[in-house]
């Protein structure tokens, strides 16, 4: 069986990865099937220590009835329901995110959207925790105060086709934001090039004037007022908080963020929202892939949203 590693899982070590995955296996068991190459990593012999990206490939050497054997059955028995369904096929699943949803993390599982589609995807048949050998995997990332499109892949191939797409810059994403400051007149276009890094202790980036990772963001203006800016913002790298820590960079931090230095008493969240992802390159390593250039999905903003757009610009333009 092959496994392909989806964002969420991205960054951990190969052995704590099949840990939770072979959850029903003895931790002695799983490095004996390491060092005796019955797990392999994008194909080679590996030691359990690797970091995961997005994208590589975990086979496992095992009849079906031991896999099975080393994996309970996840079943959800309650979730939170899913706010907004935007798409669904055999495939994918692509859903609205509402601010304050983990993507994935947190505490508790009606504020983590995996478990919230997995517990959909049960009801519907769609799949079977009992004894499935593949598990739903969410292909994209959104801060948790941030709201938007979230992809789902439903079955191995269309997960590892847009995790590809995803890592490869092969998604083009529209995200709508409310700034603080007049960043330009309306129509104007900006790009935005700088380097990049991240306290993952602390989970705060900053914008740096060189290194070894860049940054690239660039936003059209929709609308102004005297003290705000509607933008249209398209991150073409995919660094976690770039559209927030590159706003806040040029000084027009994003209206709600915290972190950034955007508190405002007019949003308990930052006013960022992914309103549209569009396939922009073709996947031939997965000729299975149903969707051509061109595919798109939009996300209407949320109310809330609307409401204060409404309150601070007199025209807008989206």
């Not at 068991?29 to 080679?44: D, E, P, Q, V, W």
């Not at 994996?71 to 028995?77: D, L, N, S, T, Y």
């Not at 820590?245 to 992914?274: E, F, M, R, T, W």
């Amino acid at each position: 069986m092959i496994l392909a590693i989806s964002p969420e899982s991205s960054g951990r070590r190969l052995d704590k990865f099949l840990f939770a995955y072979l959850n029903n296996a003895p931790h002695s068991f799983i490095y004996k099937m390491l060092r005796k190459k019955r797990i392999k990593l994008n194909g080679a012999r590996a030691a359990g220590s690797e970091i995961l990206s997005a994208g590589d490939e975990v086979r496992f050497f095992f009849s079906d009835e031991t896999l099975q054997g080393c994996r309970k059955a996840r079943v959800f028995e309650k979730a939170a329901g899913l706010d907004e369904i935007v798409f669904e096929d055999e495939n994918l699943l692509v859903v609205n995110k509402s601010a304050g949803i983990f993507s994935q993390g947190g505490n508790a599982s009606n504020r983590q959207l995996l478990p919230q589609i997995l517990f959909y995807l049960q009801k519907s048949g769609a799949y079977g925790g009992e004894n499935a050998d593949f598990i739903p995997g969410i292909c994209n990332r959104l801060d948790v105060n941030t709201s938007g499109l979230v992809v789902c892949g439903k079955s191995l191939h269309a997960l590892q086709a847009m995790n590809h797409l995803f890592a490869n810059r092969g998604i083009k994403k529209e995200y709508v934001v409310i700034t603080h400051g007049v960043v330009g007149a309306v129509g104007e276009t900006r790009v935005l090039e700088d380097f990049y890094e991240k306290d993952e202790r602390r989970n705060i980036a900053r914008v740096l004037a060189s290194g070894s990772k860049s940054i690239v963001t660039s936003y059209t203006v929709r609308a102004v007022s005297k003290d705000f800016s509607l933008l249209s913002v398209s991150p073409i790298t995919g660094r976690s908080h770039q559209i927030r820590v590159h706003l806040a960079h040029v000084g027009h931090p994003i209206v709600g963020d915290k972190k950034y230095g955007g508190a405002s008493p007019l949003a308990k969240s930052q006013l960022l929202h992914c309103r549209r992802l569009e396939i922009a390159a073709e996947v031939p390593q997965f000729p299975q892939f149903p969707y051509t250039i061109g595919t798109a999905w939009d996300a209407p903003l949320p109310p809330s949203f609307t409401v204060i757009i409404k309150k601070i610009f007199t025209e807008v333009s989206l």
